[in-house]
């Protein structure tokens, strides 16, 4: 039993002392994020978007840009979750989440009812060549927590066109 606790503890320590994306070990000190805390609101918990989600998930979708560079320089900035909506059986609030994206590296705070995480991925991006694509590549769960298919000048939503999927609405802060 106590042999599992050491190697347990090891392993924690280990994964945590690599979770910096700087070259030191430590953490990355440019970016600053605010709070972003996951809260449940029941009273408040539907699922679907609002009129308003509605009108800037289809101002995206209708205004997205299409060529790779453009979308690129475009998504330079900061990030902030703005509209959620659940793909299966709405039950959970809108998560907390913050993209802080810069010329080289995406810096992801998402807090949700599954999944508590900050992220620092290089940003790469897929070419568009197959539809429906997330827009980044990165960590191997990053199509549940950031599932991008579309970005315009201030906006960015994914997944579109998928209908059991949890989508997500960032508008850009900065």
């Not at 453009?70 to 959970?92: S, T």
Request: hydrophobic share 40%.
């Amino acid at each position: 039993m106590n042999t599992k606790l050491i190697f347990i503890a090891t392993l924690l320590t280990f994964l945590m002392s690599n979770c910096s994306n700087d070259e030191d070990g430590s953490p990355n000190k440019n970016i600053s994020i605010g709070d972003c805390t996951f809260v449940q609101v029941d009273e408040d918990m539907d699922g679907i978007f609002d009129e308003q989600e509605q009108a800037l998930w289809q101002d995206c979708i209708d205004s997205k840009l299409v060529v790779v560079e453009d979308i690129k320089e475009n998504l330079i900035g900061e990030w902030e979750l703005v509209g959620h909506m659940e793909g299966w059986i709405p039950k959970y609030s809108q998560p907390c989440s913050r993209v802080v994206i810069s010329e080289n590296e995406v810096f992801l705070d998402f807090h949700s009812n599954f999944v508590d995480t900050t992220i620092t991925f290089p940003l790469k991006l897929n070419d568009g060549s197959t539809s429906g694509s997330f827009l980044f590549e990165g960590p191997q769960d990053l199509g549940w927590i950031l599932p991008i298919t579309s970005v315009s000048e201030n906006l960015m939503v994914g997944p579109e066109g998928w209908i059991d999927a949890n989508i997500y609405i960032y508008e850009k802060v900065d």
